[in-house]
């Protein structure tokens, strides 16, 4: 090879193993420091996505074992109150085969009936007000759901003689009958018979149908209309005839979220009624695709449209607004729109609501619902326990409701069967995720984990060539200062 200096090849041979040497070291370094044999794209382009796609799947498990978790506790809550009811019932037994002996004198016994009559009251109660997260655990007759109890309630704002809706109830004769409940405000319907509302609240409705049925057999729970002992209201005279509700008044400004009383309703607004405001900017007018009645998502997709983005929602039950406000003028406000069961029939079937256990589990690509049945919705009140009517007023009645009050443990008992076979699915269920998760989160480790054996090898490797190297760059450079002899 020629002597020359223009070129030191042997130098440039040299720098760039070196610098290849230099950015393998930082490589192997970085490994060590973070743990991670996967730092960047460029590290393992295909392992960073596997170990992406996997470490998405791990926490959609961890969190699916959680929503498994919390099923569990929802259904232990249920439980627990089935549990006092058993208790209660046991109470009853014991009341009820002392009052079946003769030799316990009226006073004594009149002591006795109460006792049963207040825990026949308790059961009703647990099952009406036992929760989890603000989530009735057991079905109940809830014949009619409001946004707030306060609110205004239009019985077929119509107004026509057939505007009313149908009521049925037992009497103390023990027959089934039925009346006729209209809007105070319709004379043509109370002139045609029908009994007229005491005032525009739930609680009037509930206070006008005691009234009519001579008992309490209608309460307001959670915004609720209860009722008991079988009775029933939905349509009556023409069909279509519902309850109207002033969720929100005339006049109305700068509203974040409005309570509804049932999300599949139809809801109104007059044109013109409802306005949305976005910031600091000026309100817009809603024009409601449907104003005489829509559903609620297409109201919120009309608020979204008059707002010109995605401000509204639906969130349980409440409209949520996010960023912007809304509004209602002094022309009108905006309603909710409640049509009633159409028969007695559909009445029964309607008011047997309660909480199904909707447990939802995902690996981040593949999704399962864990459902109870319809038939599993527990209800534990006096109707479904047919404690309805018994009483321990005489040794005769004490020993028949003995009978019934048996029947009702063992009821009872069936249904904690059942709760307990939904616990014992979703504790699977639990377990399941919580194995899938961790063997993700060992696939992710294989994946990623830097190998310590190899890496510290590697780095004595590459720190060798290092020195080496230089030495190597060393060695070139001064091989080219050879030529100055040639000069001397």
């Known amino acids: 090879m020629a002597l020359g200096v223009l ?7 040299a720098q760039n193993n070196l610098s290849n040497t230099q950015a393998s070291l930082s490589k192997t370094l970085q490994q060590l420091s973070s743990g991670s044999r996967i730092n960047s794209g460029a590290d393992d382009a295909a392992g960073l996505s596997l170990a992406n796609g996997l470490q998405a799947s791990s926490t959609a498990l961890s969190q699916s074992a959680k929503n498994a978790s919390e099923g569990v506790d929802f259904l232990q809550v249920a439980d627990g109150a089935l549990s006092q009811v058993t208790s209660l019932l046991n109470r009853a037994v014991t009341l009820a085969t002392e009052a079946g002996n003769s030799t316990l004198n009226s006073s004594q016994t009149a002591a006795a009936n109460s006792e049963y009559q207040k825990i026949l009251g308790e059961i009703n109660t647990i099952n009406g007000t ?4 603000g989530i009735q655990t057991f079905a109940q007759n809830s014949a009619f759901s409001s946004a707030n109890s306060t609110d205004k309630l239009v019985i077929d704002s119509t107004a026509v003689a057939t505007g009313y809706l149908n009521f049925d109830y037992t009497n103390a004769a023990g027959a089934t009958v039925t009346a006729k409940i209209a809007d105070s405000t319709n004379a043509a319907a109370i002139t045609a018979g029908a009994v007229g509302m005491t005032g525009t609240k739930l609680t009037d409705l509930a206070t006008t149908l005691n009234s009519v049925a001579g008992s309490t057999i209608a309460s307001v729970l959670n915004n609720q209309l209860i009722l008991t002992g079988g009775t029933k209201l939905y349509q009556g005279g023409a069909t279509g005839h519902s ?3 002033n969720i929100v008044a005339a006049s109305q400004t700068g509203l974040s979220s409005i309570n509804v009383g049932n999300v599949n309703d139809t809801f109104a607004a007059a044109a013109g ?38 401000v509204a929602s639906i969130s349980g039950h409440s409209l949520l607004m996010t960023g912007a406000t809304l509004n209602t003028t002094a022309t009108g406000p905006f309603q909710e729109i409640d049509t009633l069961p159409a028969t007695a029939a559909a009445a029964a079937t309607a008011s047997n609501k309660g909480s199904a256990v909707a447990i939802f589990t995902s690996d981040g690509t593949l999704s399962q619902s864990y459902n109870n049945a319809a038939t599993d919705i527990v209800k534990t009140d006096t109707t479904q326990l047919s404690l309805d009517g018994t009483s321990l007023t005489s040794a005769t009645q004490a020993q028949a409701a003995l009978t019934t009050i048996n029947n009702a443990i063992t009821s009872v008992a069936a249904s904690r069967g059942t709760i307990g076979a ?19 989160l060992a696939a992710v480790n294989d994946v990623t984990a830097t190998d310590y054996g190899q890496a510290t090898s590697d780095m004595s490797k590459y720190q060798i060539l290092s020195q080496t190297g230089i030495a190597a760059l060393s060695q070139a450079n001064q091989s080219q200062q050879l030529i100055t002899k040639l000069l001397q």
């Open 422 to 440: 939904n616990i014992n699915t979703l504790t699977a269920v639990e377990n399941v995720m919580n194995t899938q998760s961790t063997n993700t």
């Open 243 to 245: 309850i109207t509700e």
């Open 130 to 133: 036992t929760e989890y997260n």
């Open 7 to 13: 070129n030191n090849i042997s130098a440039i041979y």
């Open 273 to 310: 009624t409802l306005q949305v405001k976005v910031g600091s900017a000026a309100a817009t007018t809603v024009t409601l695709g449907t104003p005489a009645g829509e559903s609620l998502s297409q109201v919120v997709a009309d608020i979204n449209t008059a707002a010109g983005s995605n």
